[in-house]
């Protein structure tokens, strides 16, 4: 929530003394432990910050798959649930169940989990633009 509103005012606000660039810095820090409920003084923050982009952008990739919208296939192993429950959205997929962490953690295995938590009118973004926004605005992930 915080990250898209500090990036785009810096665009205008431009802050080049090394004390304004720490305070943004310091909010992103902060927001970043909030986000992954991770407080501990052993914990990197840097990674915690790179880990949720790297989230979005597997959000973001498997939107454009689900809708076309890039050159990639959706694998013939990916397939809707042969009933939604109540929990779940339109556009819900079948988790995929592995023994091997390598692969569990591997693009469709581990991001059809994050799709399927999420809401419903964010999947159905009828436009990227609205997907992306929605995605950088998830209160957690």
């Known amino acids: 929530m915080v990250r898209p509103q500090l990036e785009y005012s ?17 909010i992103q820090r902060r927001a970043a432990r ?6 501990s003084s052993y914990s990197s923050v840097s990674s915690m910050i790179s880990q949720l982009r790297r989230l979005d952008a597997r959000l973001i ?17 990916v397939r809707p649930p042969a009933r939604l429950s109540r929990h779940m959205h339109p556009l819900s997929y079948t988790q995929i169940q592995t023994p091997c962490n390598y692969y569990k953690y591997s693009f469709f295995p581990a991001t059809i989990i994050l799709w399927n938590s999420l809401p419903a009118e964010l999947v ?13 605005k998830l209160p957690h992930r």
């Open 10 to 26: 810096s665009s205008v606000w431009s802050p080049y003394t090394q004390q304004n660039i720490n305070q943004i810095e310091m």
């Open 34 to 39: 909030w986000v992954k409920h991770d407080y």
């Open 124 to 136: 159905e973004a009828p436009t990227l633009h609205q997907f992306k926004q929605g995605v950088t």
């Open 61 to 77: 990739m498997f939107y454009k798959i689900v809708n076309g919208l890039v050159a990639i296939q959706m694998p013939s192993y």
